[in-house]
């Protein structure tokens, strides 16, 4: 369980890295990209940043691609925004759980589909 100093850190990680993908980085595969979480380890050395893309696994693996090219220059600017003593190293992880969702809501809609279709061809 994550201690209140690394929530902390994480909350504050998530919300500058937040805000510089959205205003300074202009790299067109990061586009679509949302960090969902932050995780901090204990000694606050190594910051694994969640994020989704919407899209298909491709436009998922070229915002990964972009994500690693933009690492260091994201930390250096996390460094400037930031008041910790270390800036901890970004590792970067696609959240899957948004594409998950997706798939089972068009399962779902596809089951709707054929419930309407089924009334229709009902007797009454």
Known sequence: MPTRRQRRVAELIHRELSLLLLHEVRD?????????GVEV???LLLA???FSVL????DAKEATAGL????GYL?????????????????FRWDKSAAYAQRIEEL???IRESDHSGDEQAPA
Not at 28 to 36: D, M, N, S
Not at 68 to 71: D, F, V
Not at 75 to 90: I, K, N, S, Y
């Open 28 to 36: 067109p595969r990061l586009a679509a990209v949302t960090l969902t």
């Open 41 to 43: 380890t204990p000694d």
């Open 48 to 50: 694994r940043i969640h």
């Open 55 to 58: 899209g298909s696994e491709e």
């Open 68 to 71: 690693e090219h933009a690492r």
């Open 75 to 91: 930390r250096t600017q996390l460094a400037g925004r930031v008041e910790l003593r270390f800036v901890p190293d970004l590792e």
């Open 108 to 110: 779902l809609d596809q």
